[in-house]
């Protein structure tokens, strides 16, 4: 019994709802999401409300930067993902695990924390894809690093790999209207 109430504790130690992410996260989360909506359903409008967000929340060479690293991310996940990976609608209020172990990878990427940046980009994808993934993990990073901007080191982030993994069974994914695994 203690070692189950433990167990539901440090689930709450992750966050599932955007409001609980900081503005960076979230732009960074909106942006990851809308740019597969708009590769789902080729559609532009989704790119360039990425565009505008980023160079709103930014200046245009950091958002080129950002949205660079964003591309590398994809393509590493969509060519090489170990597993369906999982993600949320553009519009949803919610964060699963897979987001989150993508702003942990660009977290880790800020920190030098580059063995925690492997781990997650293993988690993601398989080996042909962990240059890629930790590439674009890197450019994000170094984009907002230079605009002084510094992603929340949380504390799911620091090796605790098992609580990310059991997390990632018990969270739902809700895509359109009924729930689903979201991959691309």
């Known amino acids: 019994m203690h070692g189950n109430l ?41 790119w360039s409300v990425v565009w505008t ?3 709103s929340f930014l200046d245009d060479q950091s958002a080129r930067s950002i949205l660079g690293g964003l591309l590398s991310l994809i393509a590493a996940i969509g060519s ?22 993508i702003l942990s990878l660009i977290s880790a990427c800020q ?3 580059y063995s925690l940046a492997r781990r997650r980009a293993e988690w993601l994808v398989s080996a ?5 993934l930790l590439e674009g993990g890197q450019r994000i990073a170094s984009a907002l690093k230079t605009k002084e901007i510094e992603l929340p080191n949380r504390p799911h982030q620091n090796g605790a790999d ?11 994914v809700v895509a359109g209207e009924r729930a689903e695994s979201g991959t691309f």
């Open 6 to 46: 433990l167990g539901r504790q440090k689930e709450k130690s992750l966050p599932t709802q955007m409001q609980e992410l900081s503005e960076v996260e979230k732009t960074l989360i909106r942006s990851y999401r809308r740019w597969i909506a708009g590769m789902r359903m080729n559609d532009e409008r989704y």
């Open 53 to 55: 967000e980023l160079s």
């Open 80 to 101: 090489f993902s170990r597993r369906p990976v999982r993600l949320h609608p553009p519009c949803c209020g919610y964060v699963c695990v897979d987001e989150l172990l």
């Open 111 to 113: 920190r030098r924390n």
């Open 128 to 132: 042909n894809g962990i240059a890629i």
């Open 162 to 172: 098992t609580e990310i993994g059991s997390a990632a069974s018990s969270l739902r």
